[in-house]
């Protein structure tokens, strides 16, 4: 902070040299001076015309700060913030790694025409799944960029149903994705963990695995951030030999009633190897699930995390190796224990990643009291969105309504 700033904050600065700085006139650096002016935007009586300035300040100067990953958090926060976007800027400020994914969700949700077309040409934007589905909700995209946003979220989300960790933590290390014994952390983890709860274990240790939903019910396994955006339009593939089977299984109306059944349940193409994880699963005890749930692969915690024993879904957050991309779709499934939608936000790695607090809002499953205290921390296109969200609960939607109201009525003044 500079000195000048310093002296501002504290009311040290007359009057006539609050206006020569809300003018843009003082004898300071221009990055300087930048700084001074975005915290005089916000000023009861130098506001207007700090804002004036800003508005009309040098474009290289801007373009400099926009660009410049040193510059404050502050700056960079008010030139990319809705109302006082500059197009001009936009490139710099999408491509700057101090300028955060949660400050770039509005503009790409709410930017204006030449604003999406700027952040459709962003390659951090393209390879974002975060920004992607907030730019997905850009009315102002038209139907062939909306297809290749959309396009793009599919198969982003298929490389991660795969089996690949988007993250790199190294799920796929060893042969076949099994079970990693060998991994120093993940024991450490274990011992803590089973030491710390060694009598509800012990009490429950022969309790069967018993998912929630039943053996076979996937929805909500890999769920995206698509439930936060409008849908997209294009039908679920149906996998190959569907019809084939559904058609030999009955004639006349009862082979068309199966096909259409199994068109709205496609299997996934990864279901034998689910199967044989299943099969894996089911012959463990507790301690040998909490275990798979810490040491094993991504298939093992998506499946455990269903857990009807809550030690052992809650092992699966204890991992080393669980992504904050696997942590978003938990967010998001209706199909788990509620100790688990409570236990995410205390995890301080996940309460600070965005998409999965909001994830949590957006799902029904969360406890009322908890989507209370988290919904503060939207922006305001998820809190529109939310607003319109018939599966969340009534006290929901009215509070994201007037909070969304009041926030672009602020925003308006």
Same mark, same amino acid.
């Given at each position: 902070?500079?000195?000048m700033?310093?002296?501002?904050?504290?009311?040290?600065?007359?009057?006539?040299?609050m !206006?020569?700085?809300a003018r843009?006139?003082l004898?300071?650096p221009?990055?300087?001076?930048?700084?001074?002016?975005?915290?005089?935007?916000?000023?009861?009586?130098f506001?207007?015309?700090?804002r004036?300035?800003? +508005?009309g300040?040098?474009?290289?100067?801007?373009?400099?700060?926009?660009?410049?990953?040193?510059?404050?958090?502050?700056?960079? &926060?008010? *030139?990319?913030?809705?109302?006082?976007?500059?197009?001009?800027?936009?490139?710099?400020?999408?491509?700057?790694?101090?300028v955060?994914?949660?400050?770039?969700?509005?503009?790409?949700? !709410?930017?204006?025409r030449?604003?999406?077309e700027?952040?459709?040409a962003?390659?951090?934007?393209?390879?974002?799944?975060?920004?992607l589905?907030?730019?997905?909700?850009?009315?102002?995209?038209?139907?062939?960029?909306?297809?290749?946003?959309?396009? $793009?979220?599919? &198969?982003?989300?298929?490389?991660?149903?795969?089996?690949?960790?988007?993250? #790199?933590?190294?799920?796929?290390? #060893?042969?076949?994705?099994?079970?990693?014994?060998?991994?120093?952390?993940?024991?450490?983890?274990?011992?803590? *963990?089973?030491?710390e709860?060694?009598?509800?274990?012990e009490?429950?240790?022969?309790?069967? *695995?018993?998912?929630?939903?039943?053996?076979?019910?996937?929805?909500g396994?890999?769920?995206?951030?698509? %439930?936060?955006?409008?849908?997209?339009?294009?039908? +679920?593939?149906?996998?190959?030999?569907?019809?084939t089977?559904?058609?030999k299984?009955?004639?006349?109306?009862?082979? +068309?009633?199966?096909? &259409?059944?199994?068109?709205?349940?496609?299997?996934?193409?990864?279901?034998?190897?689910?199967?044989?994880?299943?099969?894996?699963? &089911?012959?463990?005890?507790?301690?040998?699930?909490?275990?798979?749930?810490?040491?094993g692969?991504k298939?093992?915690?998506?499946? /455990?995390?269903?857990?009807?024993?809550? /030690?052992?879904?809650?092992?699966v957050?204890?991992?080393?190796?669980?992504?904050?991309?696997?942590?978003e779709?938990?967010?998001?499934?209706?199909?788990?224990?509620?100790?688990?939608l409570?236990?995410?936000p205390?995890?301080?790695? *996940?309460?600070?990643?965005?998409?999965i607090?909001?994830?949590?809002?957006?799902?029904?499953?969360?406890?009322?009291?908890?989507s209370?205290?988290?919904?503060?921390?939207?922006?305001?296109?998820?809190?529109?969105?939310?607003?319109?969200?018939?599966?969340?609960?009534? %006290?929901?939607?009215?509070?994201?309504?007037?909070?969304? $109201?009041?926030?672009?009525?602020?925003?308006?003044?």
């Open positions: 902070m500079s000195r700033l310093d002296l501002i904050r504290s009311s040290q600065v007359p009057s006539n040299l !206006q020569s700085a843009g006139s004898s300071v221009p990055d300087e001076m930048i700084e001074i002016l975005v915290y005089l935007a916000h000023h009861k009586v506001g207007e015309q700090a004036l300035t800003l +508005a300040w040098d474009e290289k100067a801007s373009l400099a700060a926009a660009a410049n990953s040193a510059t404050s958090p502050e700056v960079l &926060a008010y *030139f990319v913030a809705h109302e006082n976007l500059r197009p001009h800027l936009l490139p710099a400020l999408a491509e700057n790694p101090s955060t994914e949660d400050l770039l969700s509005e503009a790409a949700a !709410q930017g204006d030449l604003a999406a700027i952040l459709l962003s390659a951090r934007v393209m390879n974002s799944r975060a920004l589905a907030a730019l997905q909700s850009n009315p102002n995209l038209r139907p062939n960029e909306a297809n290749k946003v959309g396009s $793009k979220l599919a &198969a982003m989300q298929s490389v991660g149903d795969s089996g690949e960790d988007e993250s #790199g933590d190294g799920d796929a290390a #060893g042969p076949g994705n099994e079970e990693d014994v060998h991994n120093p952390a993940a024991e450490e983890i274990l011992v803590g *963990f089973l030491k709860n060694a009598a509800e274990v009490s429950e240790k022969d309790k069967p *695995f018993q998912p929630i939903g039943g053996l076979h019910d996937d929805h396994d890999h769920a995206t951030e698509a %439930t936060a955006a409008p849908p997209m339009t294009s039908a +679920a593939p149906v996998a190959p030999g569907l019809h089977v559904a058609a299984s009955a004639h006349g109306a009862a082979a +068309a009633t199966a096909a &259409a059944h199994a068109k709205k349940h496609a299997v996934p193409v990864h279901v034998e190897k689910r199967d044989s994880t299943l099969q894996k699963i &089911a012959k463990l005890d507790v301690k040998g699930r909490i275990a798979l749930a810490v040491r692969s298939e093992d915690r998506s499946i /455990l995390i269903r857990d009807g024993t809550k /030690l052992v879904a809650l092992a957050l204890e991992s080393p190796k669980v992504s904050d991309g696997e942590v779709a938990f967010a998001l499934q209706k199909n788990v224990l509620e100790a688990v409570r236990q995410i205390l995890k301080r790695r *996940f309460a600070k990643n965005y998409n607090m909001r994830n949590l809002v957006y799902n029904p499953r969360t406890p009322l009291d908890l209370l205290g988290l919904m503060k921390g939207l922006l305001v296109h998820d809190l529109r969105n939310l607003s319109g969200n018939k599966e969340v609960p009534e %006290t929901i939607r009215k509070l994201a309504l007037r909070m969304y $109201k009041q926030k672009t009525e602020k925003k308006g003044h």
